[in-house]
């Protein structure tokens, strides 16, 4: 019997191929049409939020399939710079004066990327393809390339007497840049062996006048598309250390973006906006940003739409089932019917002749929040299941992997207790019973994984403590608020009404980062000016029991009100029920 694949199985986007990108691929760029223009961007999104996804379909192999073009006639020619897996970051550094740490980091972070980009190419094309142009590419080595290394300082003798081949040169080319890199990171690995800091002799190469024009020489090979960009893609950049963020923001205030334009992903942990000297670069002007989860979750139908492609293009692909993904992923049909009885009720009792949708709109406000009231109520033994297509896709709240991760489990789970066998969709018990899991991994397992490393100091560790306490705080006030009488009741924001203080923000960045939360504003009260608002990720409604398919609510409160749930969540959550209790009195509930 054939092994069943399963179609929502998570592979680091590198680990594919260009064919199985491209047919799973779905456009993303209608949402991120800066990605593939010509300029600088920054990609910023929590981890599994797509933004590798995006690199690999830009690299050149799947653009070929793509627009059926040859590499010398795509738009631009990308090339992959991984930046999490290196040993560029080194702690060594801090002994140096400034203008030396700045000089060492930026020859390091060169000639990283001119190693990454050669080899890239050696990846990219095949061997009779390059060998085409074995002397073009030869002409560049001896004229060029020769050039540039000697005006570095490299002292090792470089020419080549014998012939070779166009590959043979760039591999060689390979390991003289490597040769380089590792000059240096040995000089910066002595440092820490040695009281005195010893004098550098090896060679430097920086940005200005050693990588960029390189490769301006190098993209005019044949093998290039003509007169167009190289797109260097440096992926994870939040594993830079200070200096280097300085030296590549440094490279993005350069007006490169005719020749080569650099497309920057980051966590939500970009280290500083400054150059090595001081300035900051500002958007528009240096550079387009996009933001994955903001545009995301403050836009669900956009998001939703491409979740059902993925789920059905993976099901054809893999499967070869024309199935849909509300097919795939059913409702609990018991609940959903008793939501339409409540909904019914509900928009009965709201009746009103000059407003024709304020019955169904009151509705489709209340009709969840009454069910769980219900169910609470009545002390059911059976919960609220957050199983059905449409509740999966609210509660991956814009993290495309928080959707995949649990669907690859559910199927899992699925084809075990169907003993192997064809399905044609996942039972909605299985998937509540892992989409709560999740959630409660999510909050719990993944919170330890990220802050109880035991390299992680003291300091670092009171505040993934604070952090928690501020998640677990907002989580159960949420669902206070589900429960209440009051107008809006479907809660996942807090805005708050002065900004908050060094510490409060700390905390509260911390947890942008890690995607337990993301910042947007809206127009205060007054239309006066902006506040900021801090979305808790929707991934936790299983944990807090909250409704998944709104987000429009939020909590307005003061900056010292949130605070206290830093240190004292018990003291702040009660605090918030004298309040509610003191608001439901003084306002009629639903039905009266």
Known sequence: MTKIKNPFEIKTPELNTADEIVKLFVDVFTDFYQVPETGHTFINGPRGSGKSMMFRYILPDCQKIVTGKDYNELDYFSIYIPIKLTSINLADFKRLESHANTILNEHIFVTYVLSKAFLSLLQTFNEDYINKYTQEIKHFYNVHFTWFIKSSGFSKDISISEELSGVNYFERICTIIDEMHMECMTYCKQLALNQEVAQYNGSMADFMWFMYPLLCHLKKLPVFPAEKPFYLLIDDAGYLNLEQTKVLNTWVSYRTTKELCIKISTQLDYKTFLTTNGKRIDAPHDYSEVNIATIYTSGTRDYSKKIQKIVEKRLSVYLNKQITSEEFFPENSTQETRIDQIYTRIKQANNDVDKGYAGSDAGRRYCRSEFIKELRTRRATNKYSYAGFNQLVAISSGVIRHFLAPAQEMFSVTLSRNEGKEFDFIAPNIQDEIITKYSKK????????????????????????????????LGQIFHLILLSDRAERTVFSVALNDRPDAELKEILDLGVQHGYFHVSSKRNKESTGQVLLYVLSRVLAPVYILNPLSFAGYQSMSSAELKVALTHPVQFVKNFKQKLAVADQNHPTLFD
């Open 442 to 473: 999510f909050l719990h397992d993944e919170f330890d994984k990220i802050f109880k490393d035991d390299n992680l100091d003291n300091n670092v560790l009171r505040k993934a403590d604070k952090l928690y306490n501020l998640i677990d705080s």
